[in-house]
Nanobody, 125 residues
Framework: QVQLVESGGGLVQAGGSLRLSCAASGRILGSYVMGWFRQAPGKERVFVSAITWSTSRTYYADSVKGRFTISTDKAKNTVYLQMNSLKPEDTAVYYC??????????????????WGQGTQVTVSI
């Protein structure tokens, strides 16, 4: 059983930066894939980025490529999402997700078994 707790959201002006954290409790095995998704008001939850726990292979949605960076701190069982050059369209609730069985990165919400409660990111003009 894994529990995920996100933090680091907030209000920022366009062009600014935020770093989201996702602290995982429980044992994170090498097979885990950790992901970030976001959901804007009235829209579906969509993939942002993911990383394999064992090899740190990363994958990004086209909309955030070059602006966001996902990383892990295995000693702290934590996944980070560094968000730079933020745009108003990045405004959403950001969710951390994890799955032990994927083996490789998936961008589907259905592929992830564990989810955090979400953290709000608001980017003002």
């Amino acid at each position: 059983q894994v529990q995920l707790v996100e933090s680091g959201g907030g209000l920022v002006q366009a062009g600014g930066s935020l770093r989201l954290s996702c602290a995982a409790s429980g044992r994170i095995l090498g097979s885990y894939v950790m992901g970030w998704f976001r959901q804007a008001p009235g829209k579906e939850r969509v993939f942002v980025s993911a990383i394999t726990w064992s090899t740190s292979r990363t994958y990004y949605a086209d909309s955030v490529k070059g602006r966001f960076t996902i990383s892990t701190d295995k000693a702290k069982n934590t996944v980070y999402l560094q968000m730079n050059s933020l745009k108003p369209e990045d405004t959403a609730v950001y969710y951390c997700a994890a799955d032990a069985t994927l083996g490789s990165i998936s961008s589907s919400t259905k592929a992830y078994h564990y989810w955090g409660q979400g953290t709000q990111v608001t980017v003002s003009i």
